[in-house]
């Protein structure tokens, strides 16, 4: 990695700190080696100790936080996720977090449009614009707002619920829906997915098939991860279950539940929360396109 | 067997029967979706590439390829016959198969032929091979036409083009690699 880069993700990193700073979020860090996960069908733990993991994301802890009562919250730190390692991906990677109560995924939406375009004022010298495969993405003309079935339809050709059925929304999105996302010289946010495919989030009030989840995308890289938090834990332990059913469908094996999350979520208000890759937002800033590129070192080179 | 976690460029498998080089991977996981594992795939034989994309769980059988020094023999048709020269093995490759290799297959060269399964699928030559010129125009002294170079046969039957002044009978090293003339042999 370049010297130059190294300090470009230092001031990224500095400028993101600020923004929720000077926005009156609590930064917090919360234990990386925890007991559980929020277990996904498709995100592999780290175990270190026996029945301890590292990390998958800080959510489960930050969620406890906003049911103790905190409003709002930010985090920067490490997450693990086994097997995950190609040109946009690391084992061990930079989250950041940010969760807010008494609002939901719309207000998430207009905090990302004012992060990027803080973090591109600080950190881009000359037309403040995001570079990806050689494509400048301008984070201040109006952003798009797409519908994940309205995506699938037009750029994919399918609908997303047969691809549902049939398994196919990996391809579709990977080989026909990102590569359009890459088009657009703004960013992109892709939103509104099946609730099969948002296992943390919560239904639209008027369409239950429909959760209140969105993907922000720049230049075609999938930056951020964000919905309205699901807060019935009736709901949430059975969709916990569901996952490790499909878990031990396909020959994984199930994950431990994270019992005192889901007895405190009960208490947990109105929230919303959000994941937003750091690597990624680095590689954006400085046009790499590569994340290999935006760290000190890759586990390769250990 | 390889599983996808294995994949990595450089990788040797097989597919459908044929030997495959991994020559570009990358990992992509939608969203929070299920992983794919994107390959780009030479095949060893015709050299033709291949796209493919696979998901966790899948596994692959290594593709064992040796490369074994052996000597080139004769030419009946199109098939051309090498010997191992430890085991006295012989093995018979087309002309297809060989490509442009076959410009310089000169009896007894020695070469290094891939081996895959009980199969000859190609052969790496020395990168320079020397060659007599059987067959050449002669170069008129003072002929000012500006041409730098004149067309020549070697004993193979390959024609390339010389410098003017290369003889009939002298002796000529080639560069496989580009087939072109190199520099000429002394005495």
């Known amino acids: 990695m370049k010297a130059d880069a190294l300090w470009l993700r230092a001031r990224v990193i500095k400028a993101v700190r600020d923004f929720f700073w000077e926005r009156g979020f609590l930064e917090v860090e919360t234990p990386l080696l925890i007991p559980a996960n929020a277990p996904e069908e498709h995100i592999n733990p780290v175990s270190t100790l026996p029945s301890w993991q590292l990390q998958t994301s800080p959510e489960i802890c930050m969620k406890r936080l906003l049911c103790s009562g905190h409003r709002k919250l930010f985090q920067i730190s490490r997450c693990w996720r086994s097997d995950e390692r190609g040109s946009r991906h690391l084992s061990e990677f930079t989250m950041l977090e940010w969760y807010r109560s008494g609002c939901d995924y719309q207000t998430l939406m207009i905090d990302c449009e004012e992060l990027l375009q803080y973090v591109a004022t600080a950190c881009l010298s000359e037309n403040r614009c995001f570079v990806h495969n050689a494509t400048k993405i301008n984070p201040f003309s109006p952003w798009r707002h797409i519908s994940v079935q309205d995506a699938f339809t037009q750029f994919g050709q399918a609908s ?54 969105f993907e922000l995308y720049v230049g075609g890289l999938e930056l951020a991860n964000g919905f309205s938090e699901l807060n019935d834990p009736v709901e949430q332990r059975r969709r916990f279950e569901d996952t490790n059913t499909a878990r031990k469908a396909s020959g994984q094996t199930a994950l431990p539940l994270p019992e005192p999350f889901l007895n405190t979520l009960a208490h947990m208000p109105e929230s919303a929360g959000i994941a937003l890759g750091i690597d990624r937002l680095v590689m954006l800033t400085a046009g790499i396109d590569c994340i290999d590129d935006v760290v000190a070192f890759t586990p390769e080179n250990l | ?11 040797k498998i097989i597919l459908d029967g044929d ?41 692959f059988e290594p593709a064992s390829l040796e490369e074994r020094q052996m000597e080139y023999l004769y030419k009946e048709g199109n098939h051309y016959t090498f010997m191992d020269q430890q085991t006295y093995e012989q093995v018979v490759m087309e002309e297809e198969t060989l490509g442009d290799a076959k410009n310089y297959l000169l009896e007894n060269l020695k070469v290094e032929v ?22 050449t125009e002669q170069w ?24 003017p002044f290369i003889e009939e009978g002298e002796l000529i090293v080639i560069d496989t690699r580009n087939g072109e003339y190199s520099t000429r042999v002394k005495g």
Not at chain 2, 2 to 11: F, N, Q, R
Not at chain 2, 42 to 49: Q, Y
């Open chain 1, 160 to 213: 997303v619920w047969d691809c549902l059925r049939k398994g196919l929304c990996e391809e579709i999105l990977t080989s026909l829906v990102e590569p359009a996302l890459a088009g657009f010289d703004t960013p992109v946010f892709l939103m509104d997915y099946p609730t099969e495919l948002a296992a943390l989030a919560r239904t639209k009030p008027e369409n239950r098939d429909l959760a209140e989840r």
């Open chain 2, 1 to 11: 067997m390889y599983t996808v976690a294995d994949l990595k460029k450089g990788l």
């Open chain 2, 114 to 135: 891939m081996v895959f399964g009980e199969k000859a699928i190609g052969i790496s030559l020395p990168n320079f091979v020397n060659l007599r010129v059987t067959a």
């Open chain 2, 140 to 163: 008129a002294k003072g002929d000012t036409s500006g041409n730098d170079s004149k067309p020549a046969t070697v004993e193979t039957g390959y024609v390339l083009r010389v410098p």
């Open chain 2, 19 to 59: 030997p495959y080089l991994v020559v570009a991977f990358d990992f992509v996981k939608p969203g929070k979706g299920q992983a794919l594992y994107r390959t780009k795939m030479r095949n060893m034989i015709n050299g033709s590439l291949l796209d493919r994309t696979y998901r966790s769980g899948e596994s």
